[in-house]
C-alpha cells in the first residue's frame, strides 16, 4: 500500500494549462463616433485614397519645376514648398481625384483658407481652375492666379451655430471644393461652427477637405506618459501679431469627425496621413499614431436634383 503511494507521489504532475495573456490594450484608443463604427463604404474609400494619394508627387515635382523656371517663388518659398512636398501632393491628388468626375472639371471652383503658395501650385497643375483665396494677408504673387481674393481673419467671424459665413465683398456659393489644411490647429474657433460656415459657400454634394495634425501622433503618446503637454506654449518671443505661428489646438480623428457630422456633411474620407513621418517610421507605426489627419466631408446633394 504505501509502495502504491510512493508511486503516485514519484508520477509527474500533470501541467494545469496556462491562460492565454490579454492583448495588449493601447492606453490612447481612438474612438470613432458609434454611427461610423460599422461604415465599410468610409473604410473602403478611405484605405483607396491613402494608398494612392502619394502617386502626386510627380504632378507636384512638374508644377514646383514649372514655378520656378517662372521665378515665381522667393528662395523661402522653395524651401517651404520643397518641406511640404508630401502634403503638397495629398492636396493635388484630392483635387483631381474627388473634383474629376464633376461636370464642371476642369473649370471647378475651389476656394482654399489660409493661402500660401498654394494657389499658385494649383494653377500650375490644374491651369483652368477656377480659385479662390481667402487669407489673412493679401498675397500679390496670387494676381492673376486666383480669381478672386479675400482678405479674413476667421476669428474674428462669427461663426455661431445660427451664424452664415460673412466674408468680405459679394457672397461665396456654389463652390465645388473648399480647402482648410493646415489652418485649424491655429484658429480658436469651435471646428464643427467652423466646417458648417464653409460648407455654406459649397454647391450641392462640394465637398470640404480638411487636413490638420494628429494630436495622438506617436510622438505625443511618448509625451503624455512622461507626464507632459504635448501642446507647446506660446513662445515667449512671440508677439500677438504672430499667433498664427501657434498651435492653439490639436485635433483627434474622433474630434474631426464628430464635427464633420455636426456641420450636416457627410463623410467622403477620413485618413491618417504620413506626410510629415519618414518612411521608416510610416513603415513600423500604425496607422493611428502617423503624424497628420485628412477628412473630407461632402454636402447633401440636392434630392430634387436627382429626381
Known sequence: MFGMFRNRLARPAIAEPKPEPPAPVSPFPVPIPAALADD?????????????CRSHVAVFEEALAGLVAAGSLRPDQLVYARDHRLRFAEALYAIETLLAAEPAWPRCRVMEVGSSITPMLFHAAFPELRLTAACLFRHKQLDGIVERAVQVDLEKLDLRADAGLALPGPPLWDLDMVMLCEVLEHLLVNPANLFRALAGTLRPGGVLYVTTPNFLRQGCRGLILAGRNPQPLFRPEYRPEDRFHHHVREYTMAELLEAMLAAGL??????????????????????????????VGRKPRDPAAGA
Open 40 to 52: 465599410a463604404a468610409l473604410r473602403d474609400r478611405s484605405a483607396a485614397f491613402g494608398a494612392a
Open 266 to 295: 457627410e463623410l467622403e474620407v477620413a485618413q491618417y496621413s504620413a506626410c510629415w513621418d519618414t518612411a521608416e517610421d510610416a513603415a513600423r507605426l500604425p496607422a493611428d499614431a502617423l503624424r497628420n489627419l485628412v477628412v
